[in-house]
């Protein structure tokens, strides 16, 4: 656009000099939300929720068919080693019977002793068991959208699992949608136990597949092959909940591969063990709602 | 009277891209190495019709992507607007020269652009993030713009056809 007046150049100028505020105010805007993000978590929390509140049912909308093309493309895999998964599940069936037998013998045994000793038992837990909705990529975070909320009675801290082993817990819970925080990011920090010596560890993620243990104890003696458990300190989790196993031991890190596989969870459990936990924010969550 | 609706495509079919980043793959290993596809749409638009994904649009959708993937609030719409002001104030480089010099330039654009993205998730989680999974991103993101870029490119003909 060549001006061809004195008006018209100037009203070009003006044009370009409201494009470069409006440029720059944006930046600032973006820089604006990065540092109230940071100062106040909770306001950034109900921005964040109210749109993925809105989000939810369309993500589950759209996503349905993907699912279904997965499940078909699923089912075409299985079908071609379906032999030798029923070879080996025979051979693990066979094995598990036996330690079911160990199993309920302990079990009596566990019992009888809990009677005798005025044993107060953790409360029963509830379960709410929902779809993923959202599996946000990105090299940055690793979190995943449930469309349950605090509706269903969704709150945050809660732990999420599948089949029984641990996927994460509840970072936000909107009204309709949650997000879950695996055990793999790096703002996740779990209590941890090595199963067999009782040694006590936080479980860091730190945006790779195999978080690492920290605050093990020197002489703990992590070895490869040594399962995790969660710990129950801080009373957020129950003790022995599967995490994984410990799958190196470097230079006095030990990291642990998680038994969970974040690209098969289709349906996860957010379980609610009735234990109040000592996330502050629990608290606050429920002292807005009354 | 559909011409509002044609020109809603560039920020609506972007505004899908930042969606399609969150759908579950059920593919191993996806997930962390998943491509940003908005930036493909921010970068095009920029080059081809950049009033109509300007930089208050890309401000929004920098900002759905980040309440939809997690990442903190405003690291996205950042490094969108940046891309987008970046591209368009270059665009005219780009008009007539073949899709090789966009492929390329693109490469550079989302390098600097993730490299940044990077450079800001840790400083604002106090952590140093690993930079592989953002180098994959970034591999990826260049391995699929050829396909979108044609998507929009089709989309864009057909809008040139219509007006």
């Keep these: 656009m060549k001006p061809h007046s004195g008006a018209l150049g100037r009203l070009a100028t003006l044009r370009l000099l409201a494009q470069r505020f409006a440029f720059l105010s944006l930046i600032l805007a973006s820089f604006g939300l990065m540092i109230v993000g940071k100062a106040d978590t909770s306001l950034m929390e109900r921005l964040r929720l109210g749109v993925s509140d809105a989000l939810a049912p369309i993500l589950e909308v759209v996503f349905r068919p993907a699912s279904t093309i997965a499940d078909v493309v699923n089912g075409v895999r299985e079908l071609g080693s379906l032999r030798t998964d029923n070879a080996r599940l025979r051979e693990e069936n066979a094995r598990l019977m036996h330690w079911q037998t160990v199993a309920r013998h302990l079990d009596t045994e566990n019992q009888a002793l809990h009677s005798q000793l005025n044993f107060i038992p953790d409360p029963d837990p509830s379960f709410i068991t929902t779809r993923v909705i959202g599996d946000t990529g990105g090299a940055f975070v690793h979190s995943m959208l449930l469309n349950t909320g605090s509706l269903d009675g969704v709150r945050k801290g809660q732990a999420v699992i599948a089949g029984e082993v641990m996927v994460g817990r509840i970072a936000e819970v909107g009204q309709r949608s949650a997000r879950v925080l695996l055990l793999t990011d790096i703002n996740s920090h779990l209590p941890v136990m090595l199963e067999g010596s009782r040694a006590k560890a936080i479980l860091t993620g730190d945006n790779t597949d195999r978080p690492r243990l920290n605050y093990l104890s020197p002489n703990a003696n992590a070895a490869p092959g040594d399962r995790v458990v969660t710990s129950g300190h801080g009373g957020v989790f129950p003790p022995g909940m599967p995490i994984g196993v410990v799958s190196s031991v470097q230079d006095g890190v030990a990291r642990v591969e998680p038994f969970v596989h974040r690209h098969q969870l289709e349906y996860v459990t957010v379980v609610d063990y009735g234990l109040a936990g000592i996330l502050p924010s629990d608290n606050a969550g429920e002292g807005r709602e009354h | ?163």
């Excluded at chain 2, 993937?69 to 008009?95: A, E, H, N, W």
């Design chain 2, 1 to 163: 009277m559909d011409l509002w609706v044609r020109h809603l495509l560039p920020v609506g079919l972007t505004l899908a891209l930042v969606l399609m980043g969150a759908m579950p793959t059920h593919l191993p290993g996806f997930a962390e190495i998943s491509p940003q596809l908005p930036l493909i749409g921010v970068y095009y638009w920029a080059i081809y019709r950049p009033e109509l994904l300007p930089a208050s649009m890309a401000f929004v959708i920098g900002l759905m992507n980040d309440i939809l993937l997690g990442t903190p609030l405003g690291v996205s719409s950042l490094i969108y607007i940046l891309v987008q002001g970046m591209t368009m104030s270059q665009r005219r480089f780009f008009l007539g020269k073949p899709f090789m010099v966009a492929w390329c330039c693109f490469a550079m654009v989302a390098a600097g652009a993730i490299l940044l993205e990077w450079a800001l998730v840790s400083m604002l989680y106090d952590h140093v993030v690993p930079l592989t999974p953002a180098v994959f991103e970034l591999l990826m993101s260049v391995a699929v713009y050829p396909i979108f870029s044609w998507l929009f490119g089709r989309t864009h003909a057909a809008m040139l056809r219509a007006e």
